[in-house]
């Protein structure tokens, strides 16, 4: 037994192993912390500035109905909360203005409505739309003259010109039909519902038309009744064909559930909120007379924020798998070098002598064999 011995203590690391413990956890607290700071958005927008983001941030500072700043007027003031936001732009006096825009529906001010669709597209005359009327079913023959008419209107809608028209808002539709009847809108939504309907001959034309049923993202489970003289060649080919072997012309309708409904865009007219049959009884919804149903197909990305966020990370995971391996490789020959040591002969389990070809025999036995 030995009681002094200069090896170290049983579980001990060298001072080479502590020092490479020691800035591998370093390390790892770095990584963890560059991680915290890249998840902000902020980080980014520092490294990759939004020249559009910048100039739509400086021009929506000055407020349009004073000579204040907004950004400067919430500095001054101080009391807006996180959780509150300026509905409108205030006065001098510090008092809002009357023109309060909704943020929810997105209500242009109604009043200035004519100086704001000055691009080309002329609105409905208001005195072809006095015998439309609301929350009825169907379009009443007192109505079919301004409905033929908007109908036409909105097939000579020129598309190029649609780019500074307003977005409709479902809200606004059903809260104010009259101060929206006869503007022309932009829509955009998912269709639920395509059907082609023969018209009869009218004053203003007649043939084939697209009804379609579509939900917007602020109508939620609401539907918007569509009228389109026209849709696009994809939207065709998803209506049935009548094939050689059938004998009765199929039924034009497709409906879409909520996974395969194409999203659509188009340019129309409001013309009233009308009453349809549902499960609930009858409820209502706002109908739009528009030229051309438009199938929205998905944008192709051909360069984003990521692709330069790519060598960044890939030059971050090469260094982080580097450190790794060099450490690994430097445990495993520490790892052989203590295994020549006296230190881990002694950590070894103590051996055990095996019985299992040993031999007993007797003090007889033996003297037995001797006499023989």
Request: proline share 6%; glycine share 6%; net charge positive.
């Amino acid at each position: 037994m030995r009681f002094r011995t200069k090896q170290r203590p049983r579980g001990a690391l060298r001072r080479g192993d502590q020092r490479r413990l020691v800035a591998l956890i370093a390390g790892v607290a770095v990584i963890m912390l560059c991680f915290t700071i890249v998840r902000r958005p902020q980080f980014w927008h520092k490294m990759f500035p939004d020249t559009e983001s910048a100039a739509e941030v400086i021009s929506s500072d000055a407020a349009p109905n004073s000579g204040v700043r907004l950004n400067d007027w919430v500095a001054n003031d101080g009391a807006i909360q996180y959780d509150e936001f300026l509905s409108s732009a205030p006065s001098s006096d510090g008092i809002a203005t009357s023109d309060v825009v909704s943020v929810t529906t997105n209500r242009l001010p109604l009043d200035i409505a004519e100086s704001e669709f000055s691009s080309g597209i002329p609105r409905v005359p208001k005195d072809l739309l006095k015998t439309v009327k609301d929350d009825v079913i169907g379009v009443y023959s007192a109505e079919s003259k301004a409905y033929y008419a908007t109908l036409k209107m909105a097939t000579l809608i020129d598309e190029k010109k649609t780019s500074t028209l307003p977005t409709g808002a479902f809200a606004l539709f059903m809260d104010s039909p009259n101060g929206s009847r006869g503007i022309p809108w932009r829509v955009e939504g998912r269709l639920r519902r395509l059907a082609e309907i023969k018209e009869r001959p009218n004053p203003y034309g007649g043939g084939k038309v697209y009804d379609a049923w579509i939900t917007t993202p602020d109508s939620g489970d609401q539907l918007i009744h569509v009228v389109s003289m026209n849709v696009d060649e994809t939207l065709k080919r998803l209506l049935p064909r009548r094939s050689s072997r059938q004998t009765e012309p199929p039924r034009p309708v497709v409906e879409f559930n909520r996974k395969n409904s194409p999203d659509v865009k188009f340019t129309g007219y409001f013309f009233k909120r009308e009453g349809y049959a549902s499960r609930q009884g009858v409820s209502l919804a706002p109908l739009l007379l528009a030229g051309t149903l438009h199938e929205i197909h998905a944008a192709l990305v051909t360069s984003t924020r990521a692709e330069q966020l790519t060598p960044y990370l890939g030059w971050l995971t090469m260094a982080v798998c580097a450190g790794v391996f060099f450490v690994g490789c430097s445990f495993m020959r520490s790892d052989a070098a203590h295994s020549r040591t006296r230190a881990h002969a002694l950590t070894r389990l103590p051996a055990y002598a095996s019985f299992e070809n040993v031999t007993a025999t007797t003090i007889a036995e033996t003297l037995g064999e001797l006499e023989t």
